[in-house]
C-alpha cells in the first residue's frame, strides 16, 4: 500500500483551518461576547460568596460584617472579572491566542512526528535490506526465528529501528533520514530552525507551559512541518515508487 502525501497534505490543512477559525474566533469577539464569558467565569464566584452571606447571617457575631465582605466581593470581581471593556479583556484574548499559538505547535509536532514514522516504516517495507546496513550486527536468536517465522522477525526488527530512529535529536534524524534513507530535509538553516521549534515543543510540554509563541513563529512551523515530508516525498517517489505516491 502507497504512502500519499496527499493524505498528510489534507490533515495539515485541515489543521490550519482549525487555527485560523479558533483565532478568527477569538479575535472579532465583540463586547457582548466578552461580557457574556465574563458573567460566566462570575456564577461559581457568585455562589460561593452567597453561601458565605448565608453563613455570615445565621451567626450572631458575624452579620455586621456582611457590608464589609460583600463589598471586597464586587471590588474583586470588577478587577478580576469586569463586564465592562478594559485591559483585563485585552489581557485575556492576549493570552488565549498566545495558548492558541503554542497548541498549534505541540499538535503540528505530533502530526509531523507521525509522518516521519510513516516514511520510515515504508521505506523499510519497500527495501527491507536497509535494516541490515543500519544494525548489520543485531543478532536474531534461534528462538525468535523459529517462534514466529523470519517475516516476524522482520516486522519486529522494522518498528524496532523506526522508534529507534524517532529518539534521535531532530538533527540527528535529519542526518539519518539523509545519509541512511537518502531522504533530505532541507538546508543547514531549515533543520537548526526545525530542531530548536521541536525543542521549543518539548520545554512547552515539560518545563515551561506559560513561554510566549509568537504569530511569526506559527508560519515557520506551518512552513517547515509542511515543506520537510513534501521533500522527504519527492524523493521517496523516485527512489522507492512501490510504497510511495504524491
Known amino acids: 500500500m502507497k504512502l500519499h502525501f496527499k493524505t498528510y497534505e489534507a490533515k495539515f490543512e485541515s489543521l490550519t483551518v482549525m487555527f485560523d477559525l479558533l483565532r478568527h474566533a477569538l479575535q472579532n469577539l465583540g463586547p ?26 445565621g451567626e450572631l457575631d458575624f452579620p455586621s460584617a456582611i457590608p464589609d465582605v460583600t463589598r471586597l466581593h464586587k471590588r474583586k470581581l470588577s478587577t478580576e472579572l469586569p463586564i465592562t471593556p ?10 488565549a491566542l498566545l495558548g492558541l499559538n503554542a497548541s498549534e505547535l505541540i499538535l503540528r509536532v505530533a502530526f509531523f ?3 516521519m514514522r510513516a516514511i520510515h516504516q515504508n521505506v523499510l517495507l519497500a527495501k527491507p535490506e536497509l535494516m541490515a546496513r543500519v544494525k548489520p550486527d543485531r543478532p ?7 517462534r514466529g517465522g523470519f517475516p516476524r522477525v522482520k516486522a519486529e526488527e522494522m518498528d524496532r529501528q523506526v522508534r529507534e530512529a524517532d529518539r534521535l535529536t531532530t538533527k540527528n534524524r535529519a542526518k539519518f533520514f539523509h545519509h541512511k534513507l537518502k531522504l533530505p530535509w532541507g538546508d543547514a538553516a531549515a533543520i537548526k530552525r526545525l530542531e530548536e521549534l521541536t525543542k521549543l515543543r518539548h520545554r512547552l510540554v515539560h518545563s515551561e507551559p506559560d513561554e510566549h509563541i509568537t504569530g511569526g513563529a506559527v508560519d515557520e512551523i506551518r512552513r517547515l512541518f509542511l515543506s520537510v ?9 523516485t527512489l522507492y515508487p512501490s510504497h510511495f505516491q504524491k
Open 32 to 57: 457582548s461576547g466578552m461580557r457574556a464569558y465574563m458573567e460566566k467565569l462570575r456564577k461559581p464566584k457568585e455562589a460561593r460568596h452567597e453561601k458565605l452571606i448565608a453563613f455570615l447571617s
Open 229 to 237: 515530508p513534501r521533500a522527504c516525498f519527492e524523493a521517496a517517489v
Open 140 to 146: 536474531v536468536s534461534l528462538k525468535d526465528l523459529f
Open 113 to 115: 512526528e507521525a509522518v
Open 86 to 95: 478594559s485591559l483585563k479583556w485585552a489581557e485575556k484574548k492576549g493570552h
